[in-house]
């Protein structure tokens, strides 16, 4: 095994920045401070941090860990266990049809930063051609808007008919929406040449896309601060309801945001482990990232709330009337928030520049993870790494056209509520299954002694083998209670098949009884270990001076 062309991050920096990149996205803006306020306010913290701690953080250690000592995607690294390698093709089917549905989203700020350069904003009003009978703008009689159920704002007309000619549903996908289709091909476009020198561009790019939004989100928090109604909405997003606290869906719920947002089981933290340096100690980053994620997510929801009191001030209703998640809230209710405001046009480009920021480094590491797969499994592929991106790029824009058809925004609907569900906790415990249960706590222990020259404290093997499964079990249970009607489950279990399928597959080609090739196809490949022949050598040195069986247990203390 060699293969001295892998790539490598140029500074630690570039990674935290590039795994800060790929956790902080627009979920953070349009999906948790929802949840937060939706689930108690404030008293939403204590399941949210708590699951941070017990859950997210052992995951995404155990996901860098593995990836910086195999340096491999989130196929390979599964060679330390290749019956459960089919986790690595799930979590790569699960990438795929996030980018087919995410890239079409990306196109939408685009459009709004194009019509974002119009004054007054075309959606202030319900005065163009596009309106219908039912507009209703709501500062002029919110009592309409707070009472009735048969209207509709300009924002949403917009949104809706403007610029999606959304159909009525599922069924009808309609004709291709021309203006999102060319956006989504610049965004793609976009994408392609900031990835095409894989981690030595993405490396440099995140710097500025990483960077970015926290500026705008500061200014936008300073702007939303000093509006009327501010504090009002704040209130309501962080005054605690502790009843809440007995509710099993609020920590279902909170569970749920850490997966959605941290990225553990997506294998993008996995690949951007392996371009680390082999000895990196990586426990720090694992930690900081985590930690910084939520307070992104925390600080969003201080920027959106204040700005929702605001409206909801303006409209004379409460602000659970105007508070939404999802795309109702960027796309909606945000531009009726902007369109309030003094210098309207500046707050608008503003933030949807911010939102696609936000989504398009997400999109870098998610479609690099999808290529570093590949790579590692067909490592003389890497001799032309740029044409496979291109082909990957292509490939994947052809594959998101339908999502920019009039039905395009009900498919994005279906693929986002359902598509990791059941596959994130699935890969997730496959990860753990293959590290902790198969290739065990102690062999572990010295590869990560070995990698980092510190040993491995229990806590982590603690939680690894007790606490995290159970929580996987718990969510994954709680979560398809969600799925609805036939499509969900398809798009649910679509990825997850490729687990079964594989092990059948190894089981099949396997010699000797059925516990037999269990047994056999459960030990690491060959191919599991360090990719560097030099440190390779070493790391089977140190296996064979620590031997695995007199390990004492104060190694991993």
């Given amino acids: 095994m060699s293969d001295a062309t892998h790539e490598r991050w140029a500074s630690q920096a570039e990674y935290l920045l590039s795994c800060l990149g790929y956790a902080v996205g627009i979920g953070n803006i349009w999906r948790f401070p929802y949840l937060c306020y939706r689930n108690g306010g404030g008293a939403f913290l204590v399941p949210y941090f ?47 049809i996030a980018v087919i549905y995410f890239s079409s989203i990306m196109a939408y700020p685009i459009l709004y930063i194009y019509h974002s350069f119009s004054s007054p904003l075309p959606w202030q009003t319900c005065s163009n051609s596009w309106n219908t009978d039912k507009c209703t703008e709501i500062t002029v009689n919110s009592s309409l808007f707070m ?37 989504n ?36 928090f300073i702007r939303g601060i000093t509006l009327p109604g501010s504090w009002q909405g704040i209130l309501y997003f962080v005054l605690p309801d502790w009843k809440q606290l007995l509710n099993p869906k609020v920590w279902a719920d909170a569970a749920t945001q850490i997966f959605y947002s941290l990225g553990p089981g997506w294998g993008g933290l996995v690949s951007m482990a392996s371009f680390n340096k082999f000895h990196y100690n990586n426990l720090r980053s694992s930690i900081i990232i985590p930690l910084v994620n939520s307070g992104t997510s925390i600080w969003a929801g201080f920027v959106v709330f204040s700005v929702l009191g605001f409206v909801a001030e303006r409209a004379g209703v409460p602000v659970g009337r105007v508070a939404t998640a999802g795309p109702g809230l960027a796309f909606v209710t945000y531009p009726a928030a902007v369109s309030m405001m003094p210098a309207p046009n500046f707050w608008a480009i503003t933030f949807f520049v911010m939102l696609f920021f936000l989504g398009i480094d997400s999109m870098f590491v998610t479609i690099e993870s999808v290529i570093a797969g590949v790579l590692d499994e067909f490592p003389q592929l890497r001799r032309r790494k740029r044409f496979i991106t291109l082909m990957t790029c292509l490939c994947l824009f052809c594959l998101s056209i339908i999502c920019n058809t009039e039905g395009g925004l009900h498919i994005i609907t279906l693929l986002d509520g359902h598509v990791a569900i059941a596959a994130v906790p699935v890969v997730c415990g496959m990860e753990i299954l293959g590290t902790v249960y198969t290739y065990g706590p102690r062999k572990f222990s010295i590869d990560v ?109």
């Avoid at 708590?50 to 995951?59: A, K, R, S």
């Avoid at 860098?64 to 196929?75: D, E, K, P, R, V």
């Avoid at 300009?154 to 009525?168: A, G």
């Avoid at 390779?536 to 040195?541: N, T, V």
Wanted: hydrophobic share 50%; net charge positive; with cysteine.
């Fill in 50 to 96: 708590l699951t941070l701690i017990v859950c997210g953080i052992p995951l995404v250690y155990l996901e860098t860990l593995l990836g910086q000592f195999s340096n491999a995607g989130c196929i390979s690294v599964f060679n330390i266990n290749p019956l459960l390698k089919g986790a690595g093709y799930a979590a790569v089917m699960l990438n795929v």
């Fill in 147 to 183: 009472n009735s159920t048969s209207i509709t704002t300009p924002e949403d007309e917009f949104f809706h008919i403007r610029l999606l000619h959304m159909s009525s549903g599922l069924s009808q996908i309609g004709g291709i929406v021309w203006p999102v289709f060319w956006c």
């Fill in 185 to 220: 091909f610049i965004s793609w476009v976009l994408i392609y040449l900031c990835i095409c020198n894989g981690v030595k561009s993405v490396g440099k790019i995140v710097y500025f896309t990483v960077i970015f939004p926290y500026v705008v989100l500061t200014a936008l």
């Fill in 449 to 557: 002694l070995f990698m980092t020259g510190k040993p491995l404290m229990r806590f982590w093997l603690i939680m690894w083998r007790y606490i995290v499964p159970v929580l996987l079990v718990i969510i994954t249970i709680y979560s398809l209670r969600e799925v609805n009607g036939i499509p969900g489950w398809i798009v649910a279990f679509i990825s997850v098949i490729c687990v079964p399928i594989h092990a059948a597959k190894v089981l099949l080609r396997g010699k000797g009884n059925f516990i037999k090739r269990i047994r056999d196809s459960c030990k690491p490949s060959k191919n599991w270990g360090p990719v560097e022949p030099v440190i390779r050598e070493q790391w089977k040195a140190f296996q064979n001076l620590h031997n695995v069986s007199d390990i004492p247990l104060n190694v991993t203390k």
